[in-house]
């Protein structure tokens, strides 16, 4: 499958690699020039291999209230909430982003590897519900706009924008249609993700370019988009959360709310009860090897888990990763990670591993 | 210079080895982050892997073109792994060693072959 813009990405140089199916740009000039350009001016990324899926209805916000393990129910219009959604069973179906435009009208964005299953479980809850379902998987591309100078630049092309906050979205005409730019990201910069019909998307690619040359813009591909968001603490779907990772074990555990009831609440009460569940945490390596994904963590000569992401952090100039443990952690405990044949000292540390919005930039001053 | 079909190249000059990767294979792996060089001393055989190169996507490993005892590695790539991307045949080479054979070396591709290879 292929986004609109895959002609663009090749344009500029953007190595394509698959990616669940996808033709995606891993990266154009390399994968760090790429990640400091968003952790210093601002990146363009397409994200089009996300799936947009619209719910509309009376019954729209009970049903995504009952599949969500955030709260949506109440929420003000315009606002967007990330969110894991789980089976029965409690095990991670998907994690998403729920926007509301009003209390029947929904929008949701979702993983890429998971938009049939996505679909298909949000069908057959919807069920005897008064609710409609459309996927907009094919009309409907997706880009990111990150940095710290994204929203002076989006404000030059939709003045609208100006003062849009963190997790909130409009809706506003580009070229005779209707465009959605919401305050969201996957990178912790300030910045914006904007969905577009696909014959418009190349021309709103273009301009954004032309207009972001004087503040510095690159076009990032995937291999940044990895490295930003792992700095960043934030799960993966298929690293941090998977079939077999629960909400509650993974670092979307904040999203659970026990004062509610959701769909896989039961399955997740008896786990936790049962104290029989594992944990995620950050760490840092103290030498320079690298944790990768699925090396071994130890602790007193006693395997205790794995890495489920991990990567040189460029901000940090260290080895950082994302580890699954057995047991409970805290702040500078000690673990080592089995790199090829050794052990490597790492600490546990709290995550994001960088503030959030650019504060890094100011470190020192 | 010789070439293997796994991207490394060799170059003798008074029966010491110089290898590194190739600038198609750096660009492949994309920005190198850490580079584990062997140990001086350390014998290896043809195949083997001798280094492991770290990009910001993976671990690659890097096998020696030829069998032979490592008598130097290049440690400017401790601080400056990035050399493998910015000069991958000269200033980014990974390890010289001592030839245990030198037909190892003549078996290996000449530029040509090895160029009419890639993809």
Known sequence: MKTALLEEHRSLGGKIVDFYGWEMPLQYKGVIQEHQAVRTNVGIFDVSHMGRITIEGLGAEALLEYLSTNNISGKEDGTATYTVWCSESGRAIDDLIVYRESATKFFIVVNASNRDKDLIHLLHYSNARDVIINEHYREDGILALQGPKALPLIARLFPETAGLQPMRFLSLPYADRQIIISRTGYTGENGVELYVPNELIVKLWKAILEEGKPFGIEAVGLGARDTLRLEMGYALYGHELSDDIMPIESVSAWTVKWDKDFLGKQALQAIRQSRQYKHEYGIIMEGKGIAREGYPVFQNEEQIGVVTSGTLSPTLHRAIAIVLVDKKLKESDSVEVKIRQNLCKAKITDLPFIPKYSQHHEEGI | ?119
Do not use: C
Not at chain 2, 29 to 45: A, H, M, N, R, T
Not at chain 2, 92 to 114: A, I, N
């Open chain 2, 1 to 119: 210079m010789k070439f293997t079909e796994t991207h490394e190249w060799i170059d003798i000059e008074d029966g010491i080895g110089t290898v590194g990767v190739t600038d198609y294979a750096q660009k492949e792996l994309g920005d190198i982050v850490y580079v584990e060089l062997p140990k001086v001393g350390s014998e290896v055989k043809k195949g083997q892997e001798a280094v492991v190169l770290e990009s910001t996507k993976a671990a690659a490993d890097v096998y020696s073109p030829v069998s032979g005892k490592i008598v130097e590695v290049n440690a400017a790539l401790n601080n400056a792994s990035e050399l493998v991307n910015t000069s991958p045949e000269k200033g980014g080479w990974l390890f010289k060693l001592v030839l245990e054979d030198l037909e190892e070396f003549d078996s290996l591709l000449d530029k040509q072959t090895y160029q009419a290879k890639l993809p």
